[in-house]
């Protein structure tokens, strides 16, 4: 069963400061991996798909990188609005079924 | 733009079941499969499942399996997540989502989400 083991589990920056977020899949499923941020009370946004593709609308100072098995996200200078929490996910093989990361928060130092 | 729309607030008792709606617009309902996801108090994201668009084929959770039905009414473009047998740690807020990239093979994302349905499980 493929795992999605993301670190830090929190990552505490202030505003202007890098993000790096790590995902590390248990298995090589596949390179294609997707990034979400949830804020409270809210659903998950789609940030990255394939990896390194940015969604629709999302702005140039989040990326992605990797491939199977370790993916990063980055976020090149933290806005106020990016201190949230952030999941990986893939498809496994078979049977067919998504995995999410158990999260990374960012949080204001 | 495409929207899914999720029903309201259910408070139910142990034992008892659920069905949450989603409803889809902006888009060809039937071009895409729905993916359910759930979230306990503080914690994490739980794929649930997916119903896929063009045969209505579903694929459960191993944890969820024979407690759980997902299905289509492409009449009135809404997917639907039925939980039985419901337990205190079935409460969560539920998501629908929109299955996009390529999910028969590794490509599977999920760009559009519901805005959530919260359902307790409470005596």
């Known amino acids: 069963e493929l795992v999605l083991t993301q670190s830090p589990a929190t990552l505490s920056l202030s505003p202007g400061d890098r993000a790096t977020l790590s995902c590390r899949a248990s298995?090589?499923?596949?390179?294609?991996l997707a990034w979400y941020q949830q804020k409270p009370g809210q659903a998950p946004r789609l940030l990255i798909y394939?990896?390194?593709n940015r969604a629709t609308g999302i702005p140039a100072r989040f990326s992605g990188s990797g491939s199977g098995p370790d993916f990063t996200l980055t976020i090149s200078s933290l806005e106020p609005e990016d201190f949230a929490v952030y999941y990986c996910?893939?498809?496994?093989?078979?049977?067919?079924?998504?995995?999410f990361g158990g999260g990374t928060k960012v949080e204001i130092k | 733009q495409v929207q899914l729309v999720q029903s309201g607030t259910e408070v139910k008792k142990p034992g008892a079941s659920v069905k949450v709606s989603c409803k889809a617009s902006?888009?060809?309902?039937?071009?895409?499969?729905i993916t359910w996801v759930r979230q306990a108090p503080g914690q994490g994201l739980e794929w649930m499942g997916w119903i896929t668009a063009y045969n209505a084929n579903t694929y459960y959770a191993q944890k969820l399996q024979g407690r759980v039905t997902m299905t289509t009414d492409t009449s009135t473009s809404t997917a639907y997540m039925e939980l039985r047998s419901l337990r205190s740690d079935d409460t969560a807020m539920y998501f629908c989502?929109?299955?996009?990239?390529?999910?028969?093979?590794?490509?599977?994302?999920?760009?559009?989400w519901g805005q959530g349905t919260l359902v307790t499980v409470s005596s």
């Open positions: 989502a929109r299955n996009d990239g390529y999910c028969s093979g590794y490509n599977c994302y999920l760009a559009h």
């Open positions: 298995q090589s499923v596949s390179s294609y």
């Open positions: 902006g888009y060809t309902f039937a071009s895409y499969g």
């Open positions: 394939d990896a390194s």
């Open positions: 996910q893939q498809r496994n093989n078979w049977p067919p079924s998504l995995t």
